[in-house]
Nanobody, 131 residues
Framework: QVQLVESGGGLVQAGDSLRLSCAAS?????????????MGWFRQAPGKQREFVGT????????RYADSVKGRFTISRDNAKNTVYLQMNSLKPEDTAVYYC???????????????????WGQGTQVTVSS
């Protein structure tokens, strides 16, 4: 079983930047296993459904973003550290949400945008952007 822990959220002003981190751990979840799975970022604003933000494949070669964040957000990963990152620039008030990272259930995936393909989720980190 894998545990995912997000960090880096906070309260910022519009136009500011934040970098979220998601660290994966588990008694049997080695870095070699982490490097086999695509990782995704999702977010959920109050009163809204959870939505896809972005995903990165196991080797980092394919990265997909939601249209709403494309050009502003960047996903990266460090497989040696079992960590995936979400760099968020030019933040807008509509980016306010709880941000979750998630691990895909199947290895070697090309990266899915649908949450149903993810089987492990972090507890989330709050990002609040004031206008």
């Amino acid at each position: 079983q894998v545990q995912l822990v997000e960090s880096g959220g906070g309260l910022v002003q519009a136009g500011d930047s934040l970098r979220l981190s998601c660290a994966a751990s588990g008694r049997t979840f080695s870095s070699r296993r982490f490097s086999s799975y695509a990782m995704g970022w999702f977010r959920q604003a109050p009163g809204k459904q959870r939505e896809f933000v972005g995903t990165i494949t196991w080797n980092g070669q394919t990265i997909r973003y939601a249209d709403s964040v494309k050009g502003r957000f960047t996903i990266s990963r460090d497989n040696a550290k079992n960590t995936v990152y979400l760099q968020m620039n030019s933040l807008k008030p509509e980016d306010t949400a709880v941000y979750y990272c998630a691990k895909e259930s199947s290895p070697w995936s090309s990266g899915n945008t649908d949450a149903k393909y993810y089987d492990s989720w972090g507890q989330g980190t709050q990002v609040t952007v004031s206008s």
